[in-house]
T-cell receptor, first 117, second 116 residues
Framework: EAQVTQNPRYLITVTGKKLTVTCSQN?????MSWYRQDPGLGLRQIYYSMNVEVTDKGDVPEGYKVSRKEKRNFPLILESPSPNQTSLYFC????????????????FGPGTRLTVL | AQKITQTQPGMFVQEKEAVTLDCTYDTSDQSYGLFWYKQPSSGEMIFLIY??????QNATEGRYSLNFQKARKSANLVISASQLGDSAMYFCAMRPLTGGGNKLTFGTGTQLKVEL
């Protein structure tokens, strides 16, 4: 089954304690992204990657790091989490189309609900 | 820069009725894609429908149709024959079709409640 998986699904942590949220896709997609969702703000992109070892900042990258050492994995790292990073996080992947590049739908993971105390 | 505006924080509709969820956008890109996603209370993001800026016909997917008016920069979602299972948050999103790493820009969402 084609899917994007994220772990953990729920996490409560304390300020300053480094954490990693993993993301893995089994569709051999080139593009992967991280978003955060906050009430009243919709989803905002944190980082994205267009291929292995190619990453770039999205709209809200401060306080986050990513890496793309393998095509299937795109972990999100919070080196020193703070309460304002309490949010719902989504990983997404997609493959640029060939015939119709505009229809490369993004597949979303199930989300990770993070609470930083 | 791109911007998506969804002006309806919440909507109510009776079962079996049609409902329109509004979405307007702003972009300087000549070529772009517009998407609608559904987020039920369980939290996952479900892709519903896509419209390309170059498409002359409005997109349809089952009970979902996208009313695309390019001159007005609007991409409203129409759900026909609403069902209780349609109760969810709905997000409009867009992305440029050249460059951008497939970044989606989302609106703030519309919470739809389908009533008996």
């Amino acid at each position: 089954e084609a899917q994007v998986t994220q772990n953990p699904r729920y996490l409560i942590t304390v300020t300053g304690k480094k954490l990693t949220v993993t993301c893995s896709q089994n569709m051999n997609h080139e593009y992967m992204s991280w978003y955060r969702q906050d009430p009243g703000l919709g989803l905002r992109q944190i980082y994205y990657s267009m291929n292995v070892e190619v990453t770039d900042k999205g709209d809200v990258p401060e306080g986050y790091k990513v890496s793309r050492k393998e095509k299937r994995n795109f972990p999100l790292i919070l080196e020193s989490p703070s309460p304002n990073q309490t949010s719902l996080y989504f990983c997404a992947s997609s493959q640029p189309g060939v015939l119709r590049p505009s229809t490369d739908t993004q597949y979303f993971g199930p989300g990770t609900r993070l609470t930083v105390l | 820069a791109q911007k998506i505006t969804q002006t309806q924080p919440g909507m109510f509709v009776q079962e079996k009725e049609a409902v329109t969820l509004d979405c307007t956008y702003d972009t300087s890109d000549q070529s772009y894609g517009l998407f609608w996603y559904k987020q039920p209370s369980s939290g996952e993001m479900i892709f519903l429908i896509y419209q390309g800026s170059y498409d002359e016909q409005n997109a349809t997917e089952g009970r979902y149709s996208l009313n695309f008016q390019k001159a007005r920069k609007s991409a409203n979602l129409v759900i026909s024959a609403s069902q209780l299972g349609d109760s969810a948050m709905y997000f409009c999103a867009m992305r440029p079709l050249t460059g951008g790493g497939n970044k989606l820009t989302f609106g703030t969402g519309t919470q739809l409640k389908v009533e008996l």
